[in-house]
C-alpha cells in the first residue's frame, strides 16, 4: 500500500511541466526514502533525474518498494484538474495496475479523485557517479531561461564558457553572432539573485540549445538553477525543489566542441 | 419604434460571448414586458433562452411586439467594438430591415452607430412549462467552468449525481476515471461561494460535456450558477444576469444513462 | 566608426515592432543629426519615415555619414534579446560588414552582443516637402488603434471626415455599417487624453484600414497621434518619440473617394 500526501500539491504539477516534453513515459520508483524517477528523454540524449524525499510529504506510507509506469502526459492532464492551493494525495494498493491521485480543496468542500492506468515500462536505473565538476555556476533560473530562449531565436547551440570573472554563452546563425556574458555577482540584495561560480579550471563547452530550453520548463520550481559542468561529463541543470529534492537534467556536450572560428575546423 | 438604453453595456456584450458558439441565428424578440431569445443550437440538441426584462433598462421603448432576426456572430463583431464602460442603445425603426447599436463611452466623447442587415429566421417558440425538479444545485459558476473542463480533460460525458450530502461529477475514459465531490456548503464568507443543494430524491443523469461547455461561457454573467435535474426532464444550466433577467440553457441526459460500470450494459 | 548610446534601450524595441511588419529590408542612415530611416512598404503603397536625433541618445558618435542596410526582422529579433531596461549601444567600424547591438543590464552583470550581419539595398531617398494641411487631428493613440481595429471587424476601409465639432470614421461591409464619431474635446485630465482638431475645411478621405491597423503598431512609443488630412496629399499619421524624434506612415488616399452612398459612382 502506498499513500503520499503533499500539502504543496502544485509542485507536483510543476514538477511534470517540467519533464513531460522531454519523457513520455516513465517508471515512478516509491521506497522509504522517497519518490523519484530517473528516465532518458525519447530522443536518448537526456537523461532526467527527480527525486522527492519521503521527508517533504505530509503523510508518506510506502509498505514496500514499488515502481509504477506512468504516461506523464496522461498524469499531467489529471494533475492539471487540481486546485493551485490543493493537497494531492498519491494513492495506490498492492498489486494494483492503478494509481490514485486525490485533490484536496484547502476548505475540504471539494474532493477529486483520478485513477489512472498503470503501464508495464522497461527501463535500467543507470547508477550516476558524484563527480568532480570543472566549474559550478549558480544564477537565478529565470535569467538562464531568458538566455536559453534569446539565444535560440539565433542559433541551435550554445557554448559556455566559465572564467572566474563570469559565464559567457554564444551562438551563432545565419543571420549572425551573440555572446552574453553573465558575472559573478553575490552583492545582491535577495540571494536567489546572486551569480556564483565556483571555478577549478576553465571550461567551454557546446550543447544543443533545443534541450536547454527543455530543462528550463523546470524554472517555476527554483528560484535559482545550478549548472555544473566539466570536460569530460554531462553538464547537469539542477533545479531545487523547496526542502524536498531536485530536478537534475544530464546532456552531453557537442564533439564539435565550441565552433570557435579561431579555431581550425578538424 | 424600438429604443432601449442599457447602461451597463458590457452585460450585453456577455450575453453575445455566452451564446454565439452555440447558436448561429436566432431571433431576438422585443415586447413591453422585455428583449428575449429562445434558440435550439445549430445540432438540435440544446436550447437557450434569454430574457432581459424592460426594467433593466435604463429607457424602453417598444411600440410593439416585434422579432428581430439576428446573424449572432455578426453581432458579437459589432458589440466587440463597444467599449466595456458604454452605454449601448439598441435602436430599429418600425418595417426597416436593419437594427442599429449605438455605444456611447462614459464622457459622451465618442459616440458609435453600428448598422447591422436583419434576416429572416423561420422559428417556433416552444412552450417550456414550470417543472418540479429532483435537485436543485446552486453553487459558484467558476467552480462548474472548471470541473467542466477538467472532466474534458478525461471523457467525453458527466455523470452528476446528487445527494443530501453533495453533488458528484464523474467521466471514463481511455487514460482512466475521475470523480468530483463538491459537498454542500452554506458557511462561507461571500453568499455567492456558497454551494447549496435541494433535494427532493437523488438522481443520477449523464450529459455531454462538449454541450456543459459551451454553456459555461456565459460564466462571466454571474457568480452562480443553478442546475436543475429531474430524472424525465433536460437539465436547466440557469445563470443569472444581475437583476434583469437571465441565460437558461437546457439539455436532455443522455440514454446511456450513468455509465456505471457496476451495471451491466444493456 | 559609429557609436551610439540609448539608455532607454526599449525605445528601439518599440521602433522595430511599430515598422517591422510594414517593411522587410532598410538602410539606416546616420549623421551627425541623427539616427534615420526611411522606406516604402513592401507593396510601395506606404511611406515611413523614422528619426531618432542625436541629441537623444547619451553618447552619440558618427564620424562619416553612413548607410547601413539591415533586414528589420533580423534586427528585431536580436532586440527582442535586450532586456526592457537595458542600455542599448549601435556599434560598427568604418567599412565593416556588420553592426553590433550591445545590451547592458541596469546592474552591468550582464553584458550581451548580437553582431548582425549588413545588407545591400538599393533605395532612394524621397523628398518630403512641408505641406499645409486641411485638418490636423491630435487624438490618444490608443483610441485611434481601437477605432482602426474594431472598423476592420466591418469593412477594408476608413473614411475619415474632419469637421470643426469632430472627426468621424465610418466603414461598411457584408454585414453592415459603421460610424464613430470622436468630437474634440480639450478639457481633459491628462493633455494626452485630449482630442485637438485644427480645420481649415472640412476633409473627407478614404483610406486601406490594412494599413492603418499596420501604422497603429507603433502605438506603445507614445501616448497620442497625429493625424494630418489634406485632398491632395497623402494622409501622415505622426507618433512622437518621447524628446528624440518621431515615426510618420504616409499613405496615399483611394480614389473612389468616401465610398458614401448618396454620392452617384462615377
Do not use: W
Not at 504539477?13 to 532518458?40: P, R, W
Not at 559567457?168 to 551573440?178: C, E, L, N, P, Y
Amino acid at each position: 500500500m502506498l499513500e503520499l500526501r503533499l500539502v504543496q500539491g502544485s509542485l507536483l504539477k510543476k514538477v511534470l511541466e517540467a519533464i513531460k516534453d522531454l519523457v513520455n513515459d516513465a517508471n515512478f520508483d516509491c521506497s522509504s526514502t522517497g519518490f523519484s524517477l530517473q528516465a532518458m528523454d525519447s530522443s536518448h540524449v537526456a537523461l532526467v533525474a527527480l527525486l522527492l524525499r519521503s521527508e517533504g510529504f505530509e503523510h508518506y506510507r510506502c509498505d514496500r518498494n514499488i515502481s509504477m509506469g506512468m504516461n506523464l502526459n496522461n498524469m499531467s492532464k489529471m494533475l492539471k484538474c487540481s486546485g493551485n492551493d490543493d493537497i494531492i494525495t498519491i494513492k495506490a494498493d498492492d498489486g494494483s495496475d492503478t494509481v490514485t491521485f486525490m485533490f484536496e480543496s484547502p476548505t475540504q468542500d471539494k474532493i477529486s479523485d483520478f485513477e489512472m492506468k498503470l503501464m508495464d515500462i522497461d527501463s535500467e536505473h543507470l547508477g550516476i557517479p558524484e563527480a568532480e565538476y570543472h566549474a559550478i555556476v549558480r544564477m537565478p533560473s529565470a535569467e538562464f531561461a531568458k538566455i536559453c530562449k534569446d539565444l535560440s531565436s539565433i542559433g541551435d547551440t550554445v557554448v559556455i564558457s566559465v572564467t572566474k570573472e563570469g559565464v559567457k554563452f554564444s551562438t551563432r546563425g545565419d543571420i549572425g553572432t551573440a555572446n552574453i556574458v553573465v558575472r559573478q555577482n553575490t552583492t545582491v540584495d535577495k540571494p536567489e539573485e546572486a551569480t556564483v561560480i565556483e571555478m577549478n579550471e576553465p571550461v567551454s563547452l557546446t550543447f544543443a540549445l533545443r534541450y536547454m530550453n527543455s530543462f528550463t520548463k523546470a524554472t517555476p520550481l527554483s528560484n535559482t538553477v545550478t549548472i555544473s559542468l566539466s570536460s569530460e561529463l554531462p553538464v547537469v541543470v539542477e533545479y531545487k525543489i523547496a526542502e524536498m529534492g531536485y530536478i537534475r537534467f544530464y546532456l552531453a556536450p557537442k564533439i564539435e566542441e565550441d565552433e570557435d572560428e579561431t579555431k581550425p575546423h578538424v
